[in-house]
Structure formats: C-alpha cells, structure tokens
C-alpha cells in the first residue's frame, strides 16, 4: 500500500492518528510515520486497514463491534 492510499484510507474512516493507531493496534507514532513514508506500511496494517474500510463502507460498524465485545470483549 502506498502513502496515498494509506492517508485516503484513513481519511474516509474520519480517523485521527491517533483514532486509527487505537482501530489497529498500533502507536500513534506509528501511524504518523506510515502517512509520511518515514515506515513501511506492511501487509498486516495494510490488510487491517483495507477490512476496517469495508466494514464501514457496507454499514457494519455496529455489527463489528457487537461481534469484538462478543468474542474478544475479555481483553478489552
């Protein structure tokens, strides 16, 4: 994934650095070096990113996190 995409990816969730590091797991230094080049963007982030889009893209976002709480809500 390349810069561009990365920053467009993110501006379409309406996501903060910092809201997105929290989204995928990552600090938020992180994620400014990524939109920046300053790290490479590896196939994991770039997968997660991709999934989070789609989510909201198709109107799932309630069922996601119905499903974390759910299934991943003990670690929360």
């Known amino acids: 994934m390349d810069i561009k995409t990365f920053c ?3 501006n379409e969730l309406a996501q903060t650095h910092a809201g997105l590091a929290d989204e995928l797991g990552l600090s938020e230094i ?4 990524m939109a920046t080049g300053a790290q490479v963007i590896n196939d994991r982030t770039a997968r997660q990113l991709i999934a989070r889009v789609l989510i909201e ?4 976002s309630e069922l996601f996190s119905k499903l974390l709480a759910k299934y991943h809500g003990d670690t929360l």
Do not use: M, Q, T, V
């Not at 992180?30 to 070096?33: D, V």
């Open 30 to 33: 992180s994620i400014k070096r």
């Open 8 to 10: 467009a990816l993110e």
């Open 57 to 60: 893209r198709e109107g799932k």
